[in-house]
C-alpha cells in the first residue's frame, strides 16, 4: 500500500480532483498503490482496455499515438502530472499507449473509486469535465501539429524525389547526346590513313571530355595529291565537336574543288562566318602535298607550328603565320612551301600537348616535345605513342584539361 497521507497529498494536487474533502482523499490514498517501470518499459498499449488513474510520483512518462516508424508523442507527463483520466469518464478502449520515458514510480487509483468519488461531488465532477475537454483539446493540436510536420516532411521528400527523377533524366538526355557527339566525332576522324608508297601516316586523337574540338584528317585529292589536316576548336565538349565536324566537312569539301591551301582556308574562313558569329575560332593548319615532287604547300591559321625533323635529327618548326578562321571578319594568313626529303619526319599537334601540366603548373612545353620527337627513327605510330608517353608522365596523375591530337607523317627512302 502507498503511504496513505503522502497519497493523498498528492491526490490534493491533480487539478480535476480539487474540491475533495480531506477525507475523500484519504479514502482515495487508502485504495491506491505504489508501482515503479523501467525506462522504455510499457505501461498500457494502446487499445487496451481498463480504467485506472495513474499519477507519476517521481520521472516521466510519454503518451504515444501509432506503432513502429508511425509513432507520435502526444504528451509527456511529469512529476506530479496524470493520465489514464479518460478511460475512466468512457469506460472505453485505450486510446494511445503509454510508456516509461525514465525510470517512472506512479500512484495507481482504481476508476471506479474515482468515479464513485467524483459522483458525490457534482461539482468537482464539472470541473473534472472542463480539465478532461482541455486535456483532449491539447492531444488532438498535438496530433494535428504532428501530422502538418510529416505532411511537410512528405512534402519535402517528394519534392527531392522529383527533382532527382528530373535530374536523371537531364543526366540520361545528357549522356545520350553525348553518345551521338562521342559516335559522330569517331565517324569523322579517319579509321584508315590512306596508303601511300611514298608516305607513312599515324594519327591520334585524346579529348579531354567525352568529345572534344581538337581533329586531324589525310585527305585524298586526286591521283597525285593530298591534303594534311589538323585543327582546334577553341572550347571543349558537345558544341565544340559539332563545329570542329562543321570545319571538317567545310575544308574536305573546298579541298576537292582546288589545290591552294590559302584559298581553301579563306574559302572555309567565309562559310563560317556565315553559319555561326565569330565566337568560335578555329586554329588550323593545312598543306597540300604533291606525291610527284613530294612538295608541299601550306597556310598556317593561328596553329602551332608543326615540327619537322631531318635525316640528322635536327629538328625546326615550319614557318608561316596568320590569324584563326572565324576569329575576326578578316582573315590573314600566308601561303607557304616546303619540300619533304626521304627519311624526314613530319610532327603536326595541337597545342594541348605542350600545354599540359603537372602538378605544379608547369607545361609540358615545347622542348619535352621536341626530346620526344628526337632519338632513333621509329615509325609514326610509335612515335606517337613515345609523345603521349612523354606527355602522361609529366602531368603525373593530373586531370587532362586540354584536348590532344597528333598526326604524324613519315617520308619514306
Known amino acids: 500500500m502507498a503511504d496513505t497521507q503522502a497519497t493523498a497529498q498528492l491526490l490534493s494536487t491533480i487539478p480535476f480532483l480539487r474540491g475533495l474533502s480531506s477525507a475523500a482523499y484519504a479514502a482515495l490514498a487508502r485504495q491506491a498503490r505504489t508501482r515503479t517501470f523501467k525506462a522504455g518499459k510499457s505501461i498500457f498499449r494502446e487499445g487496451a482496455r481498463g480504467a485506472t488513474l495513474y499519477i507519476v510520483k517521481e520521472g516521466e512518462v510519454e503518451i504515444v499515438k501509432g506503432s513502429g516508424k508511425d509513432a507520435v508523442t502526444l504528451a509527456t507527463r511529469r512529476a506530479g502530472e496524470f493520465f489514464g483520466e479518460m478511460s475512466i469518464i468512457e469506460g472505453a478502449k485505450r486510446s494511445a499507449a503509454t510508456r516509461a520515458r525514465t525510470n517512472v514510480t506512479l500512484i495507481e487509483v482504481?476508476?471506479?473509486?474515482?468515479?464513485?468519488?467524483?459522483?458525490?461531488?457534482?461539482?468537482?465532477?464539472?470541473?473534472?469535465?472542463?480539465?478532461?475537454?482541455?486535456?483532449?483539446?491539447q492531444s488532438d493540436s498535438a496530433m494535428i501539429q504532428n501530422l502538418k510536420k510529416k505532411n511537410a516532411e512528405l512534402r519535402r521528400a517528394y519534392q527531392a524525389l522529383q527533382a532527382a527523377q528530373d535530374e536523371l533524366i537531364q543526366k540520361k538526355r545528357l549522356e545520350y547526346e553525348l553518345e551521338l557527339a562521342r559516335e559522330l566525332q569517331d565517324s569523322l576522324l579517319p579509321r584508315e590513313l590512306p596508303p601511300l608508297d611514298e608516305f607513312h601516316f599515324a594519327g591520334r586523337s585524346r579529348p579531354a571530355g567525352a568529345v572534344g574540338g581538337d581533329f586531324y584528317d589525310v585527305i585524298p585529292i586526286g591521283p597525285n595529291f593530298f591534303g594534311l589536316l589538323i585543327a582546334e576548336v577553341a572550347g571543349q565538349g558537345l558544341f565544340a565537336a559539332i563545329f570542329m565536324a562543321l570545319t571538317r566537312a567545310l575544308v574536305v569539301s573546298e579541298g576537292q574543288r582546288q589545290q591552294q591551301p590559302r584559298l581553301v582556308a579563306s574559302h572555309v574562313h567565309r562559310l563560317l562566318l556565315q553559319l555561326a558569329k565569330p565566337t568560335m575560332p578555329v586554329a588550323l593548319f593545312y598543306g597540300v602535298v604533291d606525291v610527284r615532287d613530294r612538295s608541299m604547300k601550306y597556310v598556317n591559321a593561328g596553329h602551332?607550328?608543326?615540327l619537322l625533323r631531318h635525316t640528322d635529327g635536327q629538328i625546326e618548326a615550319l614557318p608561316g603565320e596568320g590569324t584563326q578562321l572565324a576569329s575576326a571578319l578578316r582573315m590573314e594568313a600566308e601561303e607557304r612551301s616546303v619540300t619533304l626529303r626521304p627519311g624526314q619526319t613530319l610532327a603536326l599537334y595541337t597545342d594541348g600537348i605542350v600545354q599540359t601540366e603537372n602538378a605544379a603548373?608547369?607545361?609540358?612545353?615545347?622542348?619535352?616535345?621536341?626530346?620526344?620527337?628526337?632519338?632513333?627513327?621509329?615509325?609514326?605510330?610509335?612515335l606517337i605513342d613515345r609523345v603521349f608517353e612523354a606527355v602522361n608522365d609529366h602531368r603525373d596523375g593530373v586531370e587532362q584539361r586540354h584536348d590532344q591530337a597528333v598526326l604524324v607523317v613519315q617520308v619514306k627512302a
Do not use: W, Y
Open 361 to 382: 603548373g608547369k607545361p609540358f612545353g615545347l622542348e619535352r616535345l621536341q626530346a620526344a620527337l628526337s632519338g632513333g627513327v621509329d615509325s609514326p605510330e610509335a
Open 110 to 137: 482504481p476508476g471506479e473509486v474515482v468515479m464513485q468519488t467524483l459522483l458525490k461531488h457534482p461539482a468537482v465532477l464539472l470541473e473534472t469535465t472542463r480539465q478532461l475537454s482541455s486535456n483532449l483539446r
Open 304 to 306: 602551332v607550328a608543326p
